[in-house]
């Protein structure tokens, strides 16, 4: 990925976000050039970093509304929080299953991570930074893009 692609790969991944995100990148984007590299990547990096805690948050609260479930079934007094230990195997063996989902989930997102970030920072050539952020748009910008198509998809089904 050239860097000079940078710009237009941020505007094609704010197309896909709305809100604080969009208005995120779309600053990253303004800010794409060698001069700059330093303050698009730390947009970049909180971009990233949300992202990531959303998905991390989405998992924490379906892994709780399990937990709840699980325990109501059981039946008796509910304790909170549940320990995943005091339910029946089946309810715990799914549980953890449905953890090790949300942790392949997070992987999927292909978002970068403190290692990229760091690698990131250990680049001495700004050309080098501006390439590296403007493959993690596209690939952003792209995920967004077919998750996008998927909800119309469904949507439009009967």
Request: with cysteine; glycine share 4%.
């Amino acid at each position: 990925m050239r860097p000079q692609h940078l710009p237009s790969s941020l505007a094609f991944l704010a197309r896909s976000l709305q809100g604080d995100e969009r208005k995120v990148v779309e600053e990253a984007a303004a800010l794409a050039t060698a001069e700059n590299s330093w303050q698009a990547l730390e947009l970049w990096q909180r971009y990233c970093a949300t992202r990531l805690a959303t998905a991390a948050a989405d998992a924490r609260a379906d892994r709780d509304e399990l937990l709840i479930d699980a325990a109501l079934r059981r039946g008796g007094a509910i304790t909170v929080p549940v320990d995943i230990t005091t339910l029946p195997p089946d309810d715990h063996r799914w549980i953890l299953e449905n953890d090790e989902r949300a942790a392949d989930a997070l992987e999927q997102l292909e978002i970068a991570d403190a290692a990229a970030f760091q690698a990131l920072l250990e680049e001495r050539s700004a050309t080098a930074r501006l390439a590296a952020l403007a493959a993690g748009a596209l690939r952003e910008g792209s995920r967004l893009a077919q998750r996008a198509a998927l909800q119309r998809a469904f949507a439009a089904s009967p």
